[in-house]
T-cell receptor, first 110, second 114 residues
Framework: ELKVEQNPLFLSMQEGKNYTIYCNYSTTSDRLYWYRQDPGKSLESLFVLLSNGAVKQEGRLMASLDTKARLSTLHITAAVHDLSATYFCAVDWNTDKLIFGTGTRLQVFP | GAVVSQHPSRVICKSGTSVKIECRSLDFQATTMFWYRQFPKQSLMLMAT?????????EQGVEKDKFLINHASLTLSTLTVTSAHPEDSSFYICSGLEGNQPQHFGDGTRLSIL
């Protein structure tokens, strides 16, 4: 059974600080995704990581993938309040099924 | 970009009624559609996978007689929650898949059963 775990589950951070969210998964996979979810809303796609060593950046967010370690990270640089949301990683498994991580609820305060 | 339209966005109904949720791919043909359920402050859980013209494949623990899925065309899948009860209250999200592209998610349906 594929398990996808994120940590931390909850992150409260001050504006301007840096932090990393970790996503561990238990079996091999071809793709890993990062999504953002605002309260009451559906998912917003952030990144698709397709290969070992892949790194993608968009604004203050940077995602990386280490398939050998079965680990992906989402790094937040100089956090701002607008980044407050819940972040999910998801692993593509068994013909396009997505298994979602537990989610990380991020709160950025002044 | 590819758009998936989900309707209704919110529904409130009495216990015992059936509720239908539609998921449409507006500008692409979704060979496969997925249905997810999300309880408050929890992650998304895959309920079922549907392929156009064939029976849906349900994940373990999901009652196929309770959650009826129909995928009659390449642009429309429906989820019917039959005889809904308060424990079925949740946020339901569909997604569409075209070929080898990433899934495109609908805006979700918040279902509240009184």
């Amino acid at each position: 059974e594929l398990k996808v775990e994120q940590n931390p589950l909850f992150l409260s951070m001050q504006e301007g600080k840096n932090y990393t969210i970790y996503c561990n998964y238990s079996t091999t996979s071809d793709r890993l995704y990062w999504y953002r979810q605002d309260p009451g809303k559906s998912l917003e796609s952030l990144f698709v990581l397709l290969s070992n060593g892949a790194v993608k950046q968009e604004g203050r967010l940077m995602a990386s993938l280490d398939t050998k370690a079965r680990l992906s990270t989402l790094h937040i640089t100089a956090a701002v309040h607008d980044l407050s949301a819940t972040y999910f990683c998801a692993v593509d498994w068994n013909t396009d099924k997505l298994i979602f991580g537990t989610g990380t609820r991020l709160q950025v305060f002044p | 970009g590819a758009v998936v339209s989900q309707h209704p966005s919110r529904v409130i109904c009495k216990s015992g009624t059936s509720v239908k949720i539609e998921c449409r791919s507006l500008d692409f043909q979704a060979t496969t559609m997925f249905w997810y359920r999300q309880f408050p402050k929890q992650s998304l859980m895959l309920m079922a996978t549907s392929n156009e013209g064939s029976k849906a494949t349900y994940e373990q623990g999901v009652e196929k007689d309770k959650f009826l899925i129909n995928h009659a065309s390449l642009t429309l899948s429906t989820l019917t929650v039959t005889s809904a009860h308060p424990e079925d209250s949740s946020f339901y999200i569909c997604s569409g898949l075209e070929g080898n592209q990433p899934q495109h998610f609908g805006d979700g349906t918040r279902l509240s059963i009184l």
